[in-house]
């Protein structure tokens, strides 16, 4: 049997579905389960038993699911009991306010029942562990206060206990960021596989197309060299149509689709190296691959806009052999240090711009450009760095960039996870190193792994 009493779980919804049936999974895990239909229900629940965690739904009549979160965040009786909210509302800005007012979690309606069960004991479980801490913490200090002969052998365990802490909050940071990818990679694969059957289908029947249309196109001068005296019928409808710009138009316009549906084929393709899907367990991986299908992917955001001139993405590939990794995994840093080199460059110039709020004319900026250069450090290292012409990071916070949750966007533009789940890939995952330096004027980020894993 567990040394814990079951766990006592409040589920708060204004829909009887959803609660009978979150109650029914959450007892047959052995949980205590206690129901509330509104927010106001929450506070004469909570009055009675106190819940170990409360999952609370957002649209609710009356008071709405932010609301009861402050106000249970608010009361000294409530505030440590951890709210994850399941809602509909699936836009970033929701979910950064359900963390604002204090929640731990969110998850998105429709919901799948093993990840809402994860979820829970994994909350329950940090919830726990925090508890254990607070009271190892109380005994570490009575015992320094009675044996200060001990002192040291106290702290380490102290230490030990943090260090515990802190893996779980890197744990519970790459849980998110791998269910994020884990999505992106099912969503792109349902994309690609609905995109390729219908365009390879056109793109198949253009041969035909232009085939067809250049023959009817000789067949129809044919019959104006045979038969140059028409009836006035069919010369007036021959007239109306302009035949001779429509057989000079007509290839171009074909010529124009070929051009197109192959664009689409290769933007697919983009995103299928980029994904990765079926690709998660290591393999040798041509970087350059990567690097380039990220590039597609962001040609929409290098294009000119408002602020600047189209960026140039400039190549020194010297890379010459692949590289054992998580294809998927590095793919995605690839993309969170392109994407930070755009913004930081879009910053800089809507900063230098006549009508931008941020306007700064003493800046001096050179011309908007991202260099990718991969090189072999030797025979067992190899080096990617992307660098941006933006205006840098500041001294004050360089030391924080990798921090969990740390951003300097504005509140729905940036969640903190990017460098620091890039910082995890790879230090962690793949035993290398990444870091930042200044150098001529332009912010570069450097990542370096082995060559080989293990």
Not at 166 to 190: C, D, F, T, W, Y
Not at 339 to 352: G, L, Q
Request: hydrophobic share 40%.
């Amino acid at each position: 049997m567990s040394q814990f009493p079951p766990a006592r779980i409040l589920v708060v919804d204004d829909h009887p579905d959803n609660l009978d049936l979150l109650e029914g999974v959450l007892q047959r895990q052995g949980y205590d389960v206690y129901r509330a239909a509104s927010g106001r229900e929450v506070f004469n629940t909570v009055s009675i038993i106190l819940p170990n965690l409360i999952l609370l739904d957002i649209m609710m009549p009356g008071m709405d699911g932010y609301t009861v979160c402050e106000r249970l965040k608010a009361n000294p009786e409530t505030c440590n009991i951890p709210i994850l909210f399941i809602s509909a509302l699936d836009d970033a800005r929701d979910k950064v306010r359900g963390f604002q007012v204090g929640g731990m979690d969110y998850i998105t309606k429709p919901f799948q029942i093993k990840e809402v069960l994860a979820r829970v004991a994994h909350h329950l479980m940090v919830r726990r562990l925090q508890q254990d801490f607070s009271v190892q913490n109380a005994k570490l200090q009575a015992e320094i206060e009675a044996r200060t002969q001990v002192e040291l052998e106290l702290r380490q365990k102290s230490d030990r206990l943090e260090q515990a802490l802190q893996h779980i909050n890197r744990a519970q940071v790459q849980l998110i960021q791998a269910e994020k990818m884990s999505s992106l990679g099912q969503l792109v694969a349902g994309i690609t596989h609905e995109i390729n059957n219908p365009i390879n289908f056109v793109q198949g029947n253009l041969i035909h197309t232009t085939n067809y249309t250049q023959e009817l196109l000789n067949l129809l001068s044919g019959y104006q060299s045979a038969f140059p005296d028409l009836p006035p019928e069919l010369q007036a409808q021959l007239d109306s149509i302009d035949l001779d710009f429509m057989q000079e138009d007509l290839p171009k316009l074909i010529a124009s689709m070929e051009v197109g549906t192959a664009r689409i084929l290769s933007i697919v393709q983009s995103l299928n190296v980029f994904s990765r899907l079926d690709q998660s367990s290591l393999q040798f991986f041509d970087l350059h691959e990567g690097l380039e299908s990220s590039i597609v992917l962001l040609q929409h955001r290098f294009s000119r806009n408002v602020w600047r001139s189209k960026i140039i993405v400039e190549r020194q590939y010297e890379l010459m052999f692949p590289v054992e990794c998580h294809a998927g995994q590095i793919n995605q840093v690839f993309m969170d240090l392109l994407n930070n080199a755009i913004d930081a460059i879009d910053e800089s110039w809507m900063r230098k711009t006549s009508n931008s709020p941020m306007l700064d004319p003493n800046i001096v900026l050179l011309s908007p450009k991202v260099r990718i250069v991969t090189r072999a450090i030797d025979d067992d290292w190899v080096q990617i760095q992307i660098s941006d012409t933006g205006l840098g990071i500041d001294d004050a916070i360089r030391s924080r960039i990798f921090d969990p949750f740390f951003t300097t966007k504005p509140i729905g533009q940036g969640t903190g996870l990017g460098l620091s789940t890039s910082y995890q890939i790879i230090q962690a995952q793949h035993g290398g190193r990444i870091y930042q330096r200044e150098i001529s004027g332009e912010t570069v980020f450097s990542i370096e792994i082995p060559r080989r894993q293990g």
